[in-house]
């Protein structure tokens, strides 16, 4: 008999339509392992050794999946690199050894009594970048108990292609996917900023996250459609709904189809106003898809990543190097190189340091770099040193004060000189940015604006510090509102300071590559807009399609309005009416 249909939503992640058979991959979920003592040292000796054993089995394994990983994954190896590093952290391998030494545990209670421990400490914390690492910790503990539990691991690969169902899936198991064993995939935890999402994007993988009861509602075998765009998931569907999401996911294609190819042309308004759009990137590796898609330069490189792939802190010729690559593939297309961007010391090392009582207002950014000097000048140095090989910017992030811009900048002079002393090339006029991402920055932006070539304004921490929400908090993310009024007028602001120095505004948080404020922020002023790569086709055909007055009249309505809804309501309706082809696949479909 017939099933009906049922909806469950979740969190489009990754965008596109797929229609196919469940896999639920519930059972990788470890139950609670046995508590158990052991009696003699002898016990106790060889517990360990097991321990020991497994540890470095899990470090052979991940070593083989390193290198069996397919050319176009290559990109992500790192992320095996640090789960083989967070095998050995003190948190989890020596802690373990210690529990059982001490406490007399077997190695499975042992090591999961070391994994509820990180897990406490990284309990609440906000930002999306540490949740990242929690989950690489996860990953190793349950690769680890599977081990122990003389399982073998869960292979991701199948017969038929299919759509994953999972609790969660690890950034290494997305890394396993491809397209032709994985059409989709669903998971119950996950955000749109985790590292697994992001993976799915860049492998173009539809995805869903954040479903709740998932793997309970939906069985290995199901039939079911997701819709990446919108994060709708239909159980068992009609032959009515399947064709109708068959045409819809034809349509999608062909539409995706159609913007890519005048993704090359200039991000021009009808009437002759021009744009830049440019790339968000995390490694170098994603210069080639912002390529691919003609971005006009590199607006964010978020450079942290370059910090975690290893144990050690990277050597300033590391850094050169990779500054470089992007630097070189991008020229003669200018690339802004955004300095680290750690959130508190945790996240260099995240199992190593104490947990900060509140992250995301600590010691993080800036903050961090005018505290650790050392680290700060090496990567300076190594920016600079980049900038005599193409067209680099540099930009502070989390910039509070216009002391924090004067204390940047000196330092940079300071290794300016180094340079010239060592005789090595820079580009002495290397523009220098503020990212105006705290509303202290824009009340001084006026001021800011003396020390700051261009602003670049981070809407994703921006938003989260004007309207105080924790844009990692499932519970108040209905409330992330980016066309809050105090958001547009603080938007208006910061463009009105640059406007009156003379320096440009450009825009490289999430809002910046969402279709559905595009126009809006065109009209607001900010005429560079930087973004995931796969969001660059149709921001460039929206605004390739929209004139900037009429971009303007839309932003001076919005300022008049006085509560998000009506402003929600209303740029929904204006966008509805303009671009009815976009709008009807939903607005996520360009969004990272
Ligand atoms: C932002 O805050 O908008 C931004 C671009 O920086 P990040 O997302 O890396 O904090
Ligand atoms: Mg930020």
């Known amino acids: 008999m017939m099933r009906e249909s049922r909806v469950l939503q979740g969190i489009p992640a990754s965008p596109g339509i797929v229609l196919g058979r469940a896999r639920v991959l519930a059972e990788k979920m470890e139950a609670q392992p046995d508590y158990c003592l052991l009696y003699s040292p002898g016990e106790i000796n060889e517990e360990i050794g097991r321990f020991l054993k497994a540890v470095e089995q899990a470090e052979s394994d991940l070593i083989i999946l390193k290198e069996s990983l397919s050319p176009e994954y290559q990109e992500h190896a790192h992320l095996l690199d640090l789960q083989i590093l967070v095998l050995k952290e003190r948190m989890i391998f020596e802690e373990t050894q210690r529990l059982i030494q001490e ?36 990953e190793v503990y349950r690769r680890l108990q599977t ?43 996950g955000g749109r900023t985790s590292h697994t999402a992001i993976i799915a994007q860049s492998l173009e993988i ?62 021009t308004t009808l009437d002759a106003y ?34 975690l792939r290893q144990r050690h802190l990277p050597t300033e010729e590391e850094l050169f190097q990779d500054y470089c690559r992007v630097v070189e593939a991008m020229r003669p297309k200018t690339v802004t190189i955004r300095t680290l961007d750690i959130g508190g010391d945790k ?23 005018l505290k650790e000097t050392n680290i700060f000048r090496t990567q300076l140095k190594a920016i600079l040193r980049a900038s005599a090989f193409g067209q680099v910017r540099v930009m502070f992030p989390l910039i509070s004060s216009v002391g924090e811009m004067q204390e940047s900048r000196r330092l940079l002079e300071e290794v300016k000189q180094d340079l010239a002393r060592e005789g090595l090339p820079f580009d002495p006029r290397l523009p220098v940015g503020a990212m105006i991402e705290v509303p202290a920055a824009v009340t001084l932006a006026n001021l800011l604006a003396q020390y700051a070539d261009f602003f670049s304004i981070g809407t994703n921490d921006l938003i989260q510090y004007a309207l105080a929400i924790d844009r990692g908090n499932k519970q108040v ?46 009209g607001l002023g900010v005429s560079e807009l930087s973004m995931n790569a796969s969001a660059i086709p149709i921001a460039k055909h929206i605004i390739r399609m929209i004139t ?23 740029v929904a309706q204006e966008l509805n009416r303009r671009f009815p082809e976009i709008f009807r696949f939903g607005r996520t479909m360009a969004q990272s």
């Not at 294609?253 to 200039?266: C, M, N, R, T």
Request: hydrophobic share 45%; glycine share 6%; charged share 25%.
């Open 548 to 570: 900037i007055e009429a971009a303007r009249k839309i932003a001076r309505h919005v300022l008049r309005l006085v509560t998000v809804e009506e402003i929600n309501e209303y």
């Open 103 to 138: 406490e007399r545990y077997n190695a499975e209670w042992a090591l999961f009594q070391a994994w509820q421990k990180v897990r406490e400490l990284f309990k609440g914390i906000g930002d999306p970048y540490i949740k990242g690492r929690i989950q690489d910790v996860e």
């Open 206 to 267: 539809p995805a869903v996250v954040g479903v709740d009861f998932a793997t309970r509602e939906i069985a290995t075998g199901d039939a079911l459609i997701m819709d990446g765009l919108t994060g709708q998931i239909i159980l068992d569907p009609d032959e009515e709904m399947s064709r109708f999401y068959r045409d819809r996911r034809e349509d999608f294609e062909a539409f995706k189809e159609k913007v890519a190819q005048s993704s090359g042309l200039p991000a």
């Open 477 to 522: 993310a209905p409330m992330y509102q980016p066309l809050h009024p105090a958001v547009m007028r603080m938007i208006r602001e910061v463009v009105h300071a640059a406007g009156i120095a003379r320096i440009p505004v450009a825009m490289c948080g999430e809002m910046a590559g969402d279709p559905l404020y595009i126009p809006v922020l065109l």
């Open 147 to 189: 081990i122990l539990a003389g399982r073998e691991a869960l292979s991701l690969s199948s017969q038929e292609p299919v759509i994953l169902v999972a609790r969660d899936l690890s950034p290494a198991e997305a890394t396993q996917m491809t397209r032709s064993q994985v059409l989709g995939f669903i998971t119950e935890r």
């Open 274 to 307: 021009p744009t830049h759009i440019q790339a968000n990137i995390e490694l170098p590796e994603e210069v080639e898809l912002g390529l691919k898609y003609g971005a006009d330069g590199v607006g964010l490189y978020r450079t942290e990543f370059l910090y």
């Open 347 to 369: 996240f260099l090392s995240p199992l190593e340091y104490a947990p900060e009582m509140n992250p995301a207002l600590g010691l993080r950014a800036i903050r961090f770099c």
